[in-house]
């Protein structure tokens, strides 16, 4: 098993609409949470840190679910610039090491 | 500011030639890391280092990759000798705690 899973996708929607990417990740003492963001043929940036009680960050959501060991990410009302790959990312604590998802990747269209 | 510096951004090689990547990481950062992309397996990791020291090198793939990292403003990944399997996007990360500042990545290809 992977130590973070997510589905691939692609998820293609229109403009405006609202999607919702799931992530779950296998080691229970995993301390930190975070969303990368990854457009194409570029490197993977920090899109937001997910904290134990949710987190908003203009139309992006996270949250945690610690006891299911699952994460997920809400965009509302998508743009075109919001196309990309979002990896899930975990830190599995006591190390400065990161562990990153296959990537859910999001085509917006007109 | 200056983001984490890697060279060079393509290289093509041939099969059994060295090839060497460089990253300059953000003045600062002490904590620095190695990955592998590829379509089929992800982002890897390979190799990270604290306070220049390699602190987990389990991800690297097999003797023919090693990586250094003489002072805090320098690391380098080489790979010898080199194989077509080994053809990736190579991104260089750095860190002063937990988000990872990545740089622009090199794509190694290897005919």
């Known amino acids: 098993r992977k130590e973070v899973e997510q589905d691939p996708g692609p998820f293609n929607v229109p403009e405006g609409a609202t999607v919702a990417f799931n992530c779950t990740y296998s080691?229970?003492?995993?301390?930190?949470f975070f969303w990368y963001r990854q457009d194409c043929r570029k490197e993977p940036k920090l899109l937001m840190s997910v904290y134990s009680s949710g987190n908003e960050d203009g139309r992006f959501t996270a949250q945690l679910n610690r006891a299911s060991q699952y994460i997920s990410l809400l965009i509302r009302d998508s743009k075109l610039s919001d196309s990309a790959t979002y990896l899930c990312?975990?830190?599995?604590?006591?190390?400065?090491?990161?562990?990153f998802g296959q990537g859910t990747t999001l085509q917006v269209k007109p | 500011d200056a983001g984490v510096i890697q060279s060079p951004r393509h290289e093509v090689t041939e099969m059994g030639q060295e090839v060497t990547l460089r990253c300059k990481p953000i003045?600062?950062?002490?904590?620095l890391f190695w990955y592998r992309q590829t379509m089929m397996r992800g982002l890897e990791l390979l190799i990270y280092f604290n306070n220049n020291v390699p602190i987990d090198d389990s991800g690297m793939p097999e003797d023919r990759f090693s990586a250094k990292m003489p002072n805090a403003s320098f690391s380098t990944l080489k790979i010898q000798p080199s194989e077509p399997r080994d053809s990736a996007v190579y991104f260089c990360?750095?860190?002063?705690?937990?988000?990872?500042?990545f740089g622009p990545g090199t794509r190694l290809t290897v005919l």
């Open positions: 990312v975990v830190n599995p604590g006591n190390t400065g090491k990161l562990i």
């Open positions: 990360a750095s860190s002063p705690s937990l988000t990872q500042y």
């Open positions: 003045s600062g950062h002490n904590s």
């Open positions: 080691n229970s003492a995993s301390q930190s």
